[in-house]
Nanobody, 115 residues
């Protein structure tokens, strides 16, 4: 079955960086555009970034553009989110999923940005 396992979160100070990873399984990973979402406490889940199947095109929300970089390794069935210059408002649980044909949400990985 379709499954996503996110990892790499943690507690960091403002201005620091983190790299999240997401392993997808149960489907032909290289055939699907992928994306990251996040959900902050008390807020709805929001879209963060997307990458098409071959990795040539990426898209970002205005809130992370210029700070986050999405990438993928189709040989490993993984998608990544490099997060730089983190801000307290980036604190959230981060999830990955397929872009146009979402599967069940994984557990996510917690990112906390605090001094």
């Amino acid at each position: 079955q379709v499954q996503f396992v996110e990892s790499g979160g943690g507690l960091v100070q403002p201005g620091e960086s983190l790299r999240l990873s997401c392993a997808g399984s149960g489907f032909p990973f290289s055939a699907f555009a992928m994306e990251w979402h996040r959900q902050a406490p008390g807020k709805e889940r929001e879209w963060v970034a997307a990458i098409i199947s071959d990795g040539d095109t990426t898209m970002y929300s205005d809130s992370v553009k210029g700070r986050f970089i999405i990438s993928r390794d189709n040989a490993k069935s993984q998608v990544y989110l490099q997060m730089n210059n983190l801000k307290p408002e980036d604190t959230a649980v981060y999830y990955c999923n397929r872009r146009y044909v979402p599967g069940p949400w994984g557990q996510g990985t917690q990112v906390t940005v605090s001094s």
